[in-house]
């Protein structure tokens, strides 16, 4: 079986960030190897140039999955297009099962999830925070008060139940400009910027937090590492003891506003180099456009 690669998301930050890391720093895998799965006509147009086969791949048609890992003969897949949606992620592991009882060769499925999992304010026990620590069962106790914790969960069992090696990587909060052909913007920073220039003015929120970061690069390091593990079929930690974490160091919330206003005071684009506090959670969450009860989670969880 060829060892071919299939990124989904690849049009996004972090999927694009991938493809453009496996073409420019990875000799050993080929274009011709990598196939991006996308959503649009002008994503696949963009990543075409690539010189990389580009689909246009519903994730939840579980037949036209099967065909395209099938006709590609994909023996790994990194899932970078969504994190709480169980319904796009099994699919994938349906088809690398069927590749690999046609093939008789191992099939590896790396899903991406979040830190925010491992957030109190999300119902997670404070007393697991450590890869060694029993993260798979404390996530499968708490996985249904939390969406992503409820798709790492049902990955990892059907993955195992259906004989495909899985891996779980857990970013957090990342940043950094991304390298790939369409999406080169990460969430939080860029939203918090959006947001002071659509109000004139930085906002920070009444509660300083530390939350953990990750600069795109270190992350799509991680991913290949991964990859070039499987691909020269290294022992490496799978399945309920495949949990990856990419923390590179804390963020102070607050010294990065005050940073955030002084340099856009610098340049014009707000009225005060000192941020302000916001009035309300309803405020906040309409100017970084995220529904209020997701709020806590994402901006003020750490």
Not at 67 to 77: A, P, Q
Not at 132 to 153: G, H, I, N, P, Q
Request: glycine share 6%; with cysteine.
């Amino acid at each position: 079986m060829s060892r071919n690669i299939l990124i989904t998301g690849a049009a996004g930050y972090i999927g694009g960030s991938i493809v453009a890391d496996l073409l420019s720093k990875h000799p050993e895998i080929t274009k011709y190897q990598i196939v991006a799965a996308v959503r649009t006509d002008e994503q696949a147009k963009a990543l075409s140039t690539l010189g990389i086969n580009v689909l246009k791949l519903d994730l939840s048609d579980e037949q036209a999955v099967i065909n395209e890992i099938s006709s590609h003969k994909i023996s790994v897949i990194v899932h970078a297009a969504n994190s709480i949606n169980p319904g796009l992620a099994l699919p994938l592991i349906n088809a690398l099962a069927k590749q690999k009882e046609v093939a008789g060769k191992p099939t590896y499925f790396i899903h991406t999830s979040g830190l925010s999992a491992l957030y109190a304010n999300s119902g997670w026990s404070c007393s697991v925070n450590k890869d060694t620590d029993a993260v798979f069962e404390t996530e499968k106790e708490f996985a249904d008060s939390y969406l992503v914790r409820k798709t790492d969960v049902m990955v990892i069992e059907h993955a195992q139940a259906q004989g495909v090696t899985p891996f779980v990587v857990v970013p957090s909060i990342v940043y950094g400009r991304g390298t790939g052909a369409w999406n080169q913007l990460s969430v939080m920073r860029p939203g918090l910027t959006r947001a002071s220039l659509k109000l004139g003015k930085v906002y920070k929120f009444d509660k300083n937090i530390s939350l953990q970061a990750v600069h795109i690069s270190d992350l799509t390091a991680l991913y290949c590492r991964i990859i070039h593990a499987v691909l020269n079929h290294e022992e490496t930690p799978s399945g309920k003891e495949g949990y990856c974490f990419t923390v590179a160091h804390d963020m102070d919330m607050w010294e990065f506003q005050d940073h955030l206003a002084a340099a856009m005071k610098a340049r014009g684009l707000v009225t005060s180099d000192k941020p302000e506090g916001y009035p309300s959670d309803e405020f906040a969450a309409e100017a970084v456009d995220v529904p209020v009860e997701f709020l806590e989670v994402l901006y003020k969880s750490g």
